[in-house]
């Protein structure tokens, strides 16, 4: 992941370059949809432990640091809104990972249930993903206090 303290030592933090690891599994997923049904399952079985880990490590670091930073720099009550709901999302991508885990280990084979679950945890990740890079993270990466917030949290002993 990302945000390593020799990262914030490099004098400037790309709060964008965090979501580098949701849009390379975001390009795998929507490669899968290609792929036979036989196939694509077994692709999944493989993926999703390692995938859910990565996007909980993600979303720890965006409410942990990221949201938090925000909120701190740039207070408003469409931000605090905003974030409410981003965070709420993360847990129901959360709880949707963890369904379609079971359903790839419990299935012999790849069911109508299987590939609407897997489409829907891209299209929401998509569109979730895209709030946080058109709109959040710019003004986080434009604003001064923002930098120097999340370079305090993070260098915090
Ligand atoms: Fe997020
Ligand atoms: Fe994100």
């Known amino acids: 992941m990302s945000f390593r303290k ?4 490099s ?8 979501h580098e690891i949701v849009l390379d599994y975001l390009e795998k997923l929507k490669s899968m949809l290609n792929l036979a049904p036989r196939d694509r399952l077994q ?10 880990s990565d996007m909980r490590h993600h979303f720890q670091i965006e409410e942990r ?3 938090p930073a925000a909120l701190l720099a740039m207070p408003s009550v469409e ?15 959360e709880r949707d990972m963890d369904i ?6 419990n299935e012999p084979e790849e ?3 299987i590939f609407q679950l897997m489409s829907d945890i891209i299209e929401d990740t998509e569109r ?3 709030i946080e890079m058109d709109d959040i993270f710019p003004k986080m990466d434009a604003d001064k206090k923002c930098q120097k917030i999340i370079s305090g949290i993070i260098l915090e002993p």
């Open 6 to 9: 020799d990262k914030v030592e």
């Open 11 to 18: 004098k400037f933090i790309r709060i964008a370059q965090e």
């Open 43 to 52: 692709k999944l079985r493989e993926m999703l432990p390692v995938f859910k």
């Open 65 to 67: 640091f990221l949201f």
């Open 79 to 93: 931000l605090v809104d905003r974030v409410l709901m981003l965070q709420k999302e993360h847990g129901y991508t």
């Open 100 to 105: 379609l885990e079971k359903m790839v280990e």
């Open 111 to 113: 069911t109508e249930a």
């Open 128 to 130: 979730h993903a895209k």
